[in-house]
């Protein structure tokens, strides 16, 4: 059947059985059309919602989590750029940061200990980068009423993963020290967010033939997901 019907009859069974109140799936921006037709070829009564990123432009981005929030869908499928559209509330967003900021420090007190300079300038650089880019955030004003919180959704299924690989890893093994990137630590916030949020470990399912193509360091990435 593929994984697109193992995803769909999935998601369909953990609503059916009061699992879930609102999941969302998040697929490849070219895939969003053919996802939804067969999701409704294996279901053709299901309440769903697809959105594309021309829906969560700036002036739409409201009335789009309106609609979320205010029906009761089976499912909401997004495409990757309208997923990361729907940003976190800056405190979410900031205590998210901060805790990324602590394990870092952490990271850094434990290779100094140690004597360690692998990497370690390169570390306490970025550390003072990200440190910036947190206040940034904490000072950028919000339109109130579209955030991800605001939607309502309470699970994420993740189609091809692996595409969210890089994600920020501090380590002195230079082959596992990964630079990380935006869309990766924005789908690892919002999964911080849902656990804190639902008090459950059990919020993400990720779909990928291809869990490890490179290195073990990409075990570890999925693991922390």
């Known amino acids: 059947a593929g994984k697109t019907a193992e995803m769909v009859i999935g998601t369909m069974e953990l609503k059916r059985l009061g699992l879930v109140n609102k999941p969302a799936l998040c697929v490849p921006n070219h895939m969003l059309e053919q996802f939804s037709r067969e999701w409704l070829q294996l279901y053709p009564e299901t309440r769903l919602l697809a959105a594309s990123s021309a829906e969560l432009t700036d002036d739409r981005r409201r009335q789009f989590v309106a609609r979320c929030a205010t029906n009761d869908w089976d499912a909401i499928i997004l495409t990757r750029t309208a997923f990361e559209r729907l940003a976190l509330q800056p405190h979410h967003e900031a205590d998210f940061l901060d805790r990324q900021l602590a394990e870092t420090r952490q990271a850094l007190q434990r290779a100094n200990e140690r004597g360690s300079s692998a990497g370690l300038r ?104």
């Not at 980068?129 to 339109?143: G, H, S, T, Y």
């Not at 911080?192 to 990928?208: F, I, K, M, P, Q």
């Open 122 to 225: 390169r570390a306490e650089k970025k550390m003072a980068r990200r440190e910036e880019v947190l206040k940034a955030k904490r000072d950028k004003p919000r339109d109130a009423g579209i955030s991800f919180e605001e939607t309502g959704i309470d699970y994420l299924l993740i189609d091809e993963l692996h595409e969210y690989k890089n994600l920020e890893t501090i380590s002195e093994i230079t082959d596992a020290r990964i630079a990380g990137s935006a869309r990766a630590m924005d789908l690892l916030a919002k999964v911080d967010y849902l656990r804190a949020s639902t008090r459950s470990d059990r919020v993400l399912t990720g779909a990928t033939a291809t869990p490890i193509a490179n290195s073990v360091a990409e075990m570890h990435v999925m693991q922390r997901y």
